[in-house]
């Protein structure tokens, strides 16, 4: 047994198993504890009671009771004051989520979360087997399970944390790339239209479709639009409509257009980075602890800065849409973009990662690399690792989380990809 083991085809597989089994014995086991599944299993049951999904009507309500701090903690306001604290914007998602989640909300907590687990866990699988056709992204070397075992080990921190959330980011990853890699017109644009209808950032990948000139994928993906989002209109017409028109203004509108939203310490975005650096109030709690920000600008100030910056980053990607045989790169910087440029990424977002860490493990692999570029990427993918608790315990960790570390390292990540991907020419000759 041990002799086999150290074959290092079987070995790799083995550690594969092992790996994706504890995952899997990691989000059973935390089925009872608290995690942003139980946001989505409240707000499914909302569609039962007709509460505002979303829970702004709270703060309402709140701020019509309450004209002076004081107030804000009279007995007579404390339902509404832990409403406040623990539901409002909890569920930040369309409704149709919530609506789809509608079956699970009828079952136990505890149930229902290890079935959603258990889902994501068959979606990680799903990633992988989709990951195991590596002629299909343009790479040469025989499958490797080695492969799998490094882009789980770069991307450790990442996935521990989602699937300790029991959260979405696994599902999506796999419906994006199911579509991307579809011949089929009908189901690629339907796959993706669905991923878009659960959370809005897979949006961006329609991007390829122009690009690989799939024009019936993308009338498929506007048509999957629509009839996905007919399913909770069906059910409920008015309620649908109401909290779609709350998701567009409330949630989707903040988070296009404020750098202030949730720019906690472990909001790793571009815009939670910004707003944290330089508005004062915008980590009401934690700024003060770390002397920010560096300086107090206006809002449109940073508003300004971060459209340069977003500008800065898109540029190259309108270069990269006009070399052809540039799908997969285009494919890794779009999975960073939606992360790295979204109102919110906490450190479980970035389970993206993926799929730009598989491309440039398998692109090592295919090209030679230099000493610079290998190094590179090694401090990379090691400094993910490295700024984790576990490594640095908390206190140092949570300095990384509040100067967004994970933003930089996956800026970098972005970065190098590009670097590749205009090298490319000369790479094959």
């Not at 989602?162 to 599902?171: A, E, P």
């Not at 401090?379 to 908390?394: E, F, K, Q, Y």
Request: net charge positive; charged share 15%.
């Amino acid at each position: 047994m041990l002799k086999e083991i150290r074959n290092p085809e079987i070995g790799g597989k083995f550690l594969f198993i092992i790996l994706v089994l504890f995952f899997l014995g990691n989000g059973l086991t935390r089925t009872h504890q608290k995690s942003d599944f139980l946001d989505y299993y409240h707000a499914s049951q909302r569609w039962e009671t007709k509460e505002n999904l979303y829970k702004f009507d709270v703060a309402a309500e709140l701020s019509q009771k309450v004209t002076t701090w004081e107030e804000l903690f009279l007995p007579a306001n404390a339902s509404l004051l832990d409403a406040l604290q623990n539901q409002t914007a909890t569920y930040i998602y369309p409704p149709l989520f919530s609506f789809l989640l509608i079956p699970l909300g009828k079952l136990s907590p505890e149930i229902a979360s290890g079935i959603h687990s258990f889902i994501n866990w068959l979606a990680l699988l799903g990633i992988f087997y989709l990951l195991s056709k590596g002629e299909k992204f343009g790479f040469k070397p025989k499958f490797n399970y080695w492969v799998f075992v490094l882009v789980i080990l770069t991307n450790f921190r990442y996935l521990e944390s989602h699937i300790q959330n029991n959260q979405v980011g696994i599902l999506l990853v796999f419906l994006v790339l199911a579509s991307l890699l579809s011949k089929n017109d009908i189901v690629s644009g339907l796959t993706l239209a669905l991923a878009t209808s659960i959370k809005v950032t897979p949006a961006v990948f329609i991007v390829l479709f122009l690009y690989e000139k799939r024009i019936k994928a993308l009338l498929w993906f506007f048509l999957g639009m629509i009839l996905w989002n007919a399913l909770p209109l069906l059910y409920d017409f008015d309620y649908t409509l109401t909290m779609t028109k709350e998701w567009i203004t409330q949630v989707l509108g903040n988070a296009l257009s404020n750098p202030l939203l949730r720019s906690w310490k472990n909001n790793q975005s571009l815009p939670s980075t910004l707003a944290k650096y330089f508005i004062s109030g915008a980590d009401f709690v934690n700024q003060p602890l770390y002397r920010l920000p560096f300086a107090d600008l206006s809002l449109n100030t940073v508003k300004t800065i971060q459209l340069i910056i977003i500008l800065i980053f898109g540029a190259p990607i309108l270069l990269l849409l006009k070399r052809p045989n540039r799908k997969w790169e285009l494919a890794s910087l779009l999975f960073l973009a939606s992360c790295l440029f979204s109102g919110i990424s906490w450190i479980h977002s970035f389970v993206i990662c993926i799929f730009p860490m598989y491309f440039l493990i398998s692109h090592f692999l295919t090209y030679e690399w230099s000493k610079r570029e290998r190094n590179t990427f090694l401090v990379i993918a090691s400094l993910v690792l490295l700024t984790h608790r576990s490594v640095v315990g908390s206190v140092v960790e949570n300095v990384f989380l509040m100067f967004s570390v994970l933003f930089y390292l996956n800026a970098a990540l972005y970065i190098l990809i590009l670097y590749f991907s205009f090298k490319k020419n000369e790479i094959r000759n």
